[in-house]
């Protein structure tokens, strides 16, 4: 397992599915779209719209498209919470 990038701050997080672990399943608040206190991946930087993610449960580092913004160009994407 990777370690956490040290660059990582609890302060600067997102809720987005890990796509290694995918952690939430199951997860009540999770399914109902909420903002989960256990559940969360930490937002290491954007670019435009594409964040660069890492997963405190198992480490996975990954980049995911919000959507939202300045267009970023191609990106690996992961699944957004439910």
Known sequence: MLPIDP???????????????????????????????????YLLSNTGRLLHLQCPNCAHLWSWDSGFGAQAGPSHHGPPLP
């Open 7 to 41: 660059s990582a701050d609890i302060g600067r997080r997102a809720w987005v599915a890990c796509p290694a672990c995918e952690d939430h399943r199951g997860c009540g608040t999770c399914e109902a779209g909420r903002n989960c206190a256990d559940h969360w991946r």
